[in-house]
């Protein structure tokens, strides 16, 4: 009797299960402030650091903490760690593209958590020196624009224009709170 031969072909996605495994070790999601999002502000200091200031306060300047980032990333743990555990099991799938999009998913859900603790929060008041204070009207160049027996012309206060929520009178600061997805390493 002759020996038989068989020829079975054995599909192996090791090298697609490595490569989506890779891919979701390798990076990792910031949420805050990212530099290129930092801006310069008036007075030399930019978003992330007054982000830092609020965050923790200073009561040496009289600012109290009004923490953001941290509890608004708190607010997304439970719901981040489904995602994870999703991307992971698809990473194990070999579905590698799964990885970005849910990384970038923890991103945004994260960046909105964030932002929301700007007009849902329980932070201290602003003083009444601070609603009431009436600033400068400036041109274009930035000079005081004056009236005609030359007193400084003023405009309106936080607190006549309704805007007494802390750290929301234009939302700059709010607004440019984000999230990126990086290589690890590279932030």
């Known amino acids: 009797m002759k020996p038989v031969w068989s020829i079975k072909q054995v599909f192996s996605n090791a090298e ?3 490569r989506a495994v890779s891919a979701l070790t390798e990076k990792d999601v910031y949420i805050g402030v990212p530099a290129e999002n930092a801006g310069q ?3 030399g200091i930019n978003n992330a650091e007054l982000s830092w200031l609020h965050e923790f306060g200073a009561p040496a300047a009289g600012i109290p903490a009004r923490p953001h ?3 608004g990333v708190e607010d997304i743990r439970n719901e981040a760690v489904k995602i994870l ?5 698809k ?4 579905k590698e593209n799964a990885v970005e999009p849910a990384l970038e998913r923890i991103g945004l859900l994260g960046q909105n958590a964030v ?3 700007f007009q849902n929060n329980d932070w201290p008041p602003l003083k009444d020196a601070t609603l009431d204070a009436a ?11 004056r009236d005609k ?9 936080r607190r006549e224009k309704g805007r007494v929520n802390p750290l929301l009178d234009t939302g700059q600061l709010m607004k440019s709170h984000t999230h990126v997805v990086r290589k690890r390493g590279s932030a």
């Open 16 to 18: 697609a299960i490595r």
């Open 85 to 89: 555990k999703d991307a992971a099991q």
């Open 115 to 117: 932002r929301a603790r």
């Open 135 to 145: 600033p400068l009207k400036k041109d274009d160049e930035g000079n005081v624009i």
């Open 149 to 157: 027996k030359g007193n400084a012309r003023r405009g309106k206060s």
């Open 91 to 94: 990473a194990l799938d070999g």
């Open 69 to 71: 980032l941290l509890p």
């Open 41 to 43: 502000r008036s007075g």
